[in-house]
């Protein structure tokens, strides 16, 4: 088992779950604040409306949580596995995980800007997490660039180095 090492990377893995967890805890009160069921009564009928929040609150949910994941596997699975820690898997979960951020803070700041500032809780907490999201994004531009970088130094090299398996002495007796 390799030893844990403190580098930058680790650092930015770090803050991108801390920014995760975040918004995840902020589009939680969002999603809930638009949550709602509504009873009416209209000409001797009762009526049920069902609210539910847009889109791009859900979507950045999904971020969160897949982020959490994801951050799983980048931390660990070196450690734990590191047959089952691909370089390219590394750079495509990265690279996924990038854009997954990016469609989700513009599409909540687009959302943000459609309210109108309305000045209430859920307003500031869907500014707050289209600020939050926009800085994990571009933490995860930075490691996205340091995985490809690291594919493209190392692409003729195995992909893990193998377990220095014990010596055996063996005599050849003739």
Not at 31 to 55: E, I, L, Q, W
Not at 157 to 170: C, L, Q
Request: with cysteine.
């Amino acid at each position: 088992m390799a030893k844990y090492a403190i580098t930058w990377v680790l650092i930015i893995r770090a803050i991108q779950a801390v920014f995760a967890i975040i918004i995840l805890g902020l589009m939680a009160y969002v999603a809930n604040v638009f949550s709602h069921t509504y009873t009416y009564y209209d000409d001797g009928f009762y009526g049920t409306v069902n609210s539910s929040p847009p889109s791009r609150v859900n979507f950045m949910l999904f971020n969160a949580c897949w982020t959490i994941l994801a951050l799983v596997f980048l931390v660990f699975i070196p450690y734990i596995a590191a047959e089952a820690a691909h370089k390219y898997a590394i750079l495509a979960v990265d690279a996924v995980t990038m854009i997954f951020w990016f469609a989700g803070w513009i599409a909540l700041a687009d959302l943000a800007g459609g309210l109108g500032g309305c000045g209430a809780t859920v307003c500031n907490a869907i500014d707050a997490g289209a600020a939050f999201g926009a800085f994990i994004w571009v933490a995860f531009v930075a490691t996205t660039i340091t995985s490809a970088l690291y594919c493209r130094n190392h692409r003729h090299e195995s992909t893990y180095e193998p377990r220095d398996e014990p010596a055996v002495a063996m005599e050849q007796r003739v």
